[in-house]
């Protein structure tokens, strides 16, 4: 437990740095950068392989500041382009990092977080490992046998037990990541809580209606490209196109007279309002675009995260 007092929090002021948060999919990495940042930055769900690309989410701490790149959960064996693709923005994410911070689920070590954690061993810089999920523990006492052989497993990895859900633990482990941070300027202004421009985040926003609302149902290819987004005097004036590839898949989207549609439109266009803070007009096209996750144009689209 830390028990700092203002005199010694004094010592963070002045730090600035990058941490790449890593991990197996669906451990909670997405879920604790929102957290962290206090917004909704990054889209969630009860899915593995939700986020495809890496975002940055800026927090500020008794003035440190603490730059984060949640990155697509780690795919030790790619096959698809997509894959590929993600594991790439992993290498990203690595390539600029101050702190590693791997992500694991604090209820069961698994082998495929093995590979994540043989990276974090490797990594030249402070390491930590978030035990996520706590809240999800019956009884506390669980963690520790998994605490201790971690410990051993990982030497010089801290390792703090947190709910990125519920914000327990997070704290703790934001002032020990800030007391590592190399001393140096702000990379970003103080208001700034992510790199990602307004247009990119909406089509993340509507990917994630998908991802909720279609469940095993949803073609993992589908994608959400926004042709248009234009402030007009009383409303954000938004076009977004689904791209899916197989005509079963467009109706799967579509439902039973528009019906699954409309429902996506609903709760994307609150989830868009609420980003935004103004009223949102939101319309929403299916494409059926065969084999578009083999085409290059469309993959560096999602690659540079620009919807
Ligand atoms: N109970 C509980 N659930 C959590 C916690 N953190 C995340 N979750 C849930 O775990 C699921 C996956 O969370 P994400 O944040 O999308 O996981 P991720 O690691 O970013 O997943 P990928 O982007 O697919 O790699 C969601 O349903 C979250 O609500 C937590 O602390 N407690
Ligand atoms: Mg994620």
Redesign the pocket.
């Known amino acids: 437990m830390t028990t700092d007092t203002p005199a010694d929090l004094a010592r963070l002021a002045g730090r600035s740095g990058r941490i790449a948060i890593i ?1 197996r ?8 950068v929102n957290r962290i940042v206090g917004q909704k930055i990054a889209i ?8 495809r690309h890496r975002v940055l989410g800026i927090a500020n701490v008794e003035g440190a500041q603490l730059v984060f790149s ?1 990155t ?2 780690w795919q030790p064996n790619p096959r698809t382009a997509m894959d590929k693709l993600m594991n790439r923005q992993i290498d990203l994410a690595l390539g600029e990092m101050d702190a590693v911070l791997m ?1 694991a689920d604090a209820r069961a070590w698994r082998n495929d977080d093995d590979p994540v954690a043989e990276w974090l061993l490797s990594a030249k810089c402070p390491r930590f490992l978030a035990l ?2 706590i ?2 523990l019956d009884d506390k006492r669980q963690l520790l046998p998994l605490l201790q052989t971690l410990g051993e497993q990982l030497p010089d990895v801290e390792i703090v037990p ?5 914000g327990r633990g997070v704290e703790i482990l934001m002032t020990a990541l800030a007391e590592v941070m190399p001393v140096g300027e702000a990379e970003f202004p103080s208001d700034q809580v992510t790199d990602q421009s307004e247009r990119a985040l909406a089509a993340e926003l509507m990917r994630e209606q998908l991802m909720r609302q279609l469940g095993e149902e949803l073609p993992y290819a589908a994608h959400v490209a926004i042709t248009a987004f234009e402030d007009r005097p009383t409303v954000t004036y938004i076009e977004a196109e689904i791209w899916v590839e197989k005509p079963g898949q467009k109706a799967i989207v579509i439902g039973r007279r528009g019906a699954r549609l409309k429902e996506l439109g609903i709760a994307a266009r609150a989830a868009l309002e609420q980003m935004l803070g103004r009223p949102v007009f939101l319309q929403t096209h299916v494409r059926q675009r065969e084999a578009w996750t083999q085409d290059p144009f469309a993959l560096a689209q999602i690659e540079l995260g620009s919807g």
Request: proline fraction near 10%; avoid cysteine; aromatic fraction near 0%.
């Open positions: 991990g999919p669906n451990v909670g990495k997405s879920t604790l969630t769900s009860r899915r593995p392989q939700t986020t949640d697509p959960g992500v996520n999920k809240d999800r947190i709910s990125a859900l519920k």
